[in-house]
């Protein structure tokens, strides 16, 4: 069974840091392209940030470029977001997702697998 689990969402001020896991467990194969995606209150969900297999090809929105990084360790099956110079604007659930195809993609719809979110709140 597929289960992918996040953690490591809080509160903070605005400039502050923050880095998220997801915890991947259930899969078989090569390991899954992956992605953060958040959705804040009365907004659709919207990519963050994808990253291949291996790590080697990454993509994220143009609103956290410079700021935020995503990585992954394969040998702990785990995702990382890394978010730097927060601003309240990022203030959403942030959840993982694993999508079959290997192709980098932003788009929530192409995902197959997700996780339940983590909160992340950044006051100003």
């Known amino acids: 069974q597929v289960q992918l689990v996040e953690s490591g969402g809080g509160s903070v001020q605005a400039g502050g840091s923050l880095r998220l896991s997801c915890a991947a467990s259930?899969?078989?194969?090569?390991?899954?392209?992956m992605g953060w995606f958040r959705q804040a209150p009365g907004s659709e969900r919207e990519g963050v940030a994808a990253?291949?297999?291996?790590?080697?090809?990454?993509l994220y929105a143009d609103s956290v470029k410079g700021r935020f990084t995503i990585s992954r360790d394969n040998t702990k099956n785990t995702l990382y977001l890394q978010m730097n110079s927060l601003k309240p604007e990022d203030t959403a659930m942030y959840y993982c997702a694993a999508r079959s195809s290997m192709i980098l993609s932003l788009r929530p719809e192409v995902y197959d697998d997700w996780g339940q979110g983590t909160r992340v709140t950044v006051s100003s």
């Open positions: 259930g899969f078989t194969g090569s390991p899954r392209y």
């Open positions: 990253i291949s297999s291996y790590g080697r090809i990454t």
